[in-house]
């Protein structure tokens, strides 16, 4: 299924919830394979195998998260990347997960141009929202990542009958968690935290240095949001984007702040759009033409949009690399994307 759904991405929680018995009976299903498939990885794939060797004793270790510490007991080798993100941290850390989900339908290895060439083989993608619980097994994995999700618990609970699983931090539930947090749970997961920190270091002084590049960010205040065909809305403190525009110096629009639930965005009808005005506003449109957004009489009459400050992004790349928030996406789009929230404010 399309991973683009209302109102923006990361998608909403399925409305759908299996009934527990329905979960009880596709767990053993799983169980059942897992069974069937013996535990040899033996097979002749590309494998985290390739990747950098972990810490002369680093294992077991253990990893906190939302449903408690979890431990990998050794060295994975073949690791299922899930989470929103999680398959380009992996990657960054020189590992090659054999199972991934494409969240922003990127195809192909299911990562954006700044992760390309770094898969030997492509892996198996599963889907996103309603993961193939089957072909995940299928794939024999000694390590799940799940770390960028709804952090539903049935969907913990079944992937952990699979293999360990590294899922939600602890208040990370609706994909609210930093790329440095990510991948620092990925690089304890994978007994290479000090690649990890190293990652985190990196990119820091980047973010450091585009702030210091544009001290007009400083203190001003901004709304991101997002248009599909059928809803406005925008996102809240918590998540990437915002996390990402937070970093440069600005600040989140109080208005939707004040909107704020469990959830990472807020919804906005066409007859409030008057919520989307700050100093800058910034918009995606998700499975629409940009024009939707930019030529619309309503969202032309927001006061930030009348004074020519906002930007809507036309370039599906540039949209995604904003999207992603791993730490490859976030290099990618301070070089890419801050210079055109720059442009509104000169």
């Known amino acids: 299924m399309s991973s683009q759904q209302p109102l923006s991405t990361p998608p909403r929680r399925t409305s759908r919830r299996a009934a527990p018995a329905a979960w009880a009976v596709l767990t053993a ?8 498939c013996g535990s040899s990885s033996s097979d002749s794939d590309d494998t985290s195998s390739d990747g950098p060797s972990a810490a002369s004793g680093a294992f077991p270790v253990k990893v906190a998260t939302k449903f408690g510490d979890i431990t990998v007991p050794k060295q994975p080798t073949r690791v299922v990347a899930l989470g929103w993100g999680d398959a380009e941290a992996t990657l960054a850390l020189g590992v090659r997960p054999v199972g991934a989900s494409d969240w922003l ?19 198996t993608m599963i889907g996103t929202l309603e993961p ?9 994995p000694d390590l799940i990542l799940d770390t960028k999700s709804s952090g539903a618990q049935e969907r913990y ?47 820091e002084r980047k973010f450091k240095e585009s702030a210091a590049a544009h001290p007009e960010f400083k203190g001003k205040t901004i709304t991101v949001g997002s248009r599909t065909g059928s809803a406005w809305g925008a996102y809240v403190h918590g998540t990437g984007r915002v996390d990402f525009v937070e970093r440069l110096g600005f600040k989140n629009n109080p208005a939707v702040e ?16 008057d919520l989307l005005d700050a100093d800058l506003t910034v918009m995606a449109p998700i499975g629409i033409d940009a024009k939707k957004i930019s030529d619309d009489p309503l969202y032309q009459a927001v006061p930030s949009v009348k004074a020519g400050h906002s930007v809507v992004f ?25 210079p055109l929230f720059a442009a509104p404010l000169k």
């Open 29 to 36: 299903l799983v169980v059942g394979l897992l069974a069937a």
């Open 105 to 123: 339908a990127f195809g192909g290895d299911g990562v954006g141009p700044w992760a390309e060439g770094l898969y030997k083989k492509s892996p």
């Open 132 to 140: 193939e619980f089957e072909k995940i097994a299928a794939l024999k």
């Open 157 to 203: 609970d079944t992937l952990s009958k699979i293999a360990p699983t590294i899922g939600v931090p602890k208040g990370g539930e609706q994909y609210k968690i930093s790329w440095d947090k990510q991948t620092r749970m990925i690089s304890a997961a994978l007994g290479v935290p000090d690649k990890g920190k190293e990652l985190i270091s990196e990119t």
């Open 258 to 273: 004040a909107k704020a639930g469990d959830s990472f965005s807020i919804t906005i009808s066409r007859e409030n759009l």
């Open 314 to 338: 036309d370039d599906e790349t540039l949209s995604s690399a904003f999207a992603t928030d791993s730490v490859l996406s976030v290099a990618y789009a301070l070089e890419k994307v801050v």
